[in-house]
């Protein structure tokens, strides 16, 4: 490893990498402090426990038995299927917002998670199913809605820019008018169920919840760190791009695709979680002011925010454990019109 004022290359075989130092301190500071929200979310509940008892739970050397079952069984499924949510979310919502160019490029603002909940709600109404095939459903609608949004947007060959927001938005809203008939086509027990889905919760989340997002999330990052490169060449333009030997359509159509499969397994995991797709990269990319897409620092970022919006819905003196959902959507409102009023153009 050898160290500069700003850069820092690392050399591995015959892979040569050449990493901001900036962007590497940000990210390890990222890590650092979703760690520790981490053994904070772990100590937290009806039975309260320290930092130093929640690690000898984790290590198997902790005196209560019973504390090391609920750390390993309940707190703990719970907190990585977070972190796997958020860093989902956070890498998805970075790509959306470097392809459209714009900082509302965000998979809940384009309407992507409100077609995977059409896809949820369907189950939950029509077929009263349970959380396996609810969450199939959710997978499988936001990877329509995608695809339908993407071919709408299509334009002379070419999808991404402003056309996929407004298209995204536009398929949004009619969505949205089909979720709230299916709700009040639902009798009471649905409906209520369909509407704790919407809201967006890590409750009840088993190790049956992170497996798959895991493997999923495993399976996407390859793709998209191989393609992470050609992704900021295409902010370039797609003629400069392509003089510098990039495929804009079929790198778009690959990014896209892969955030879009990002997206549902977040959706699928934890239900529609709003804004941390639309704060974590803009926040990230602040942080290490790097021109390179946030792809690393975005999905540290949304992890974070989504253990830190968790650790307010538990904390919070409401005296109701509150669905991070509803967390993430008021501080993200928030933070929606702090942008807005700071920025000329979006």
Known sequence: ????????????????????????AVCIALALTGLALGILLL???????????????????????????????IRLPRMVTAMLVGASLGMAGAIFQSLSRNALGSPDIIGFTTGAATGAL???????AGPLAVSVAAFASCIATAVAVLLLSMKNGATGGYRLVLVGVGVGAILSGINTILLVKGGLDQAAAA????????????????????????????????????TTLLEMGDD????????????????????????AIATAAAGPIAF????????ARRLTSSPDVPLVSGAL???VLLLLADLISQRAPLQVNMPVGLTTGMLGGVYLLWLLTRKRTV
Do not use: K, Y
Not at 241 to 257: C, F, H, I, K, N
């Open 1 to 24: 490893m050898r160290p500069s004022s700003s850069f820092i290359g690392l050399r591995i075989g015959g892979l040569s990498l050449r990493l901001r130092g900036r962007s590497v």
């Open 43 to 73: 100590g937290t509940g009806t039975l309260h426990l320290t930092p130093s008892e929640v690690v000898g739970s984790l290590f198997g050397a902790g005196s209560n038995p019973t504390a090391e079952r609920i750390v390993m069984r």
């Open 122 to 128: 369907l189950q939950i109404v029509l077929f009263d």
């Open 195 to 230: 509407q704790l889905w919407l809201a967006g919760s890590l409750n009840t989340r088993t190790w049956a919840h992170v497996i798959p997002a895991a493997i999923g999330f495993a399976a996407l990052v390859p793709v998209i760190v191989l393609n992470a490169r050609r």
């Open 240 to 263: 400069t791009a392509s003089q510098l030997g990039v495929t804009p359509e079929r790198t778009r159509l690959t990014m896209v695709m892969a955030a879009v499969s990002l997206t």
């Open 276 to 283: 941390v797709a639309l704060a974590g990269p803009q926040l």
């Open 301 to 303: 970022m949304g992890t």
